[in-house]
């Protein structure tokens, strides 16, 4: 059985920064690719980042370029992503999600360059984090 468990969520002053950790199980860790979309309420599914496994490159939506940090540990099964000068606008629910095929990569790496919703690309993702910041 494939689980992904999200954690490090939490209230968050504007301009602060938090740590979002992800442990995957049921899969060969290193042959996925990995990422983070966000759902605010009443808004749809944002993908805002991801590990390629096609080339090993991370790929950011433009409204957390130069802000947020994804990093995979193969190793570990780990996926963190570091968020930083965190904005009201970022309140929402954080998923990490994978996907094996290169098709399914390349679709995920579209949808977060993109900004748009990746459902169609990844096959698993958690129940999700909580991030709330505080103007």
């Known amino acids: 059985e494939v689980q992904l468990v999200e954690s490090g969520g939490g209230l968050v002053q504007a301009e602060g920064s938090l740590r979002l950790s992800c442990v995957a199980s049921g899969i060969t860790f290193g042959d996925w690719t990995i990422g983070w979309f966000r759902q605010a309420p009443g808004k749809e599914r944002e993908a805002i980042s991801c590990?390629?496994?096609?080339?090993?490159?991370?790929y950011y939506s433009n409204s957390v370029k130069g802000r947020f940090t994804i990093s995979k540990d193969n190793a570990k099964n780990m996926v963190y992503l570091q968020l930083s000068s965190l904005e009201p606008e970022d309140t929402a629910v954080y998923y990490c999600?994978?996907?094996?095929?290169?098709?399914?990569?390349?679709?995920?790496?579209?949808?977060?360059?993109?900004?748009?919703?990746?459902?169609?690309?990844?096959?698993?993702w958690g129940q999700g984090t909580q991030v709330t910041v505080s103007s």
């Open positions: 999600a994978a996907a094996l095929s290169p098709r399914r990569t390349s679709l995920a790496v579209i949808k977060t360059s993109l900004g748009a919703d990746p459902s169609s690309a990844y096959e698993y």
């Open positions: 590990v390629s496994n096609n080339d090993g490159k991370a």
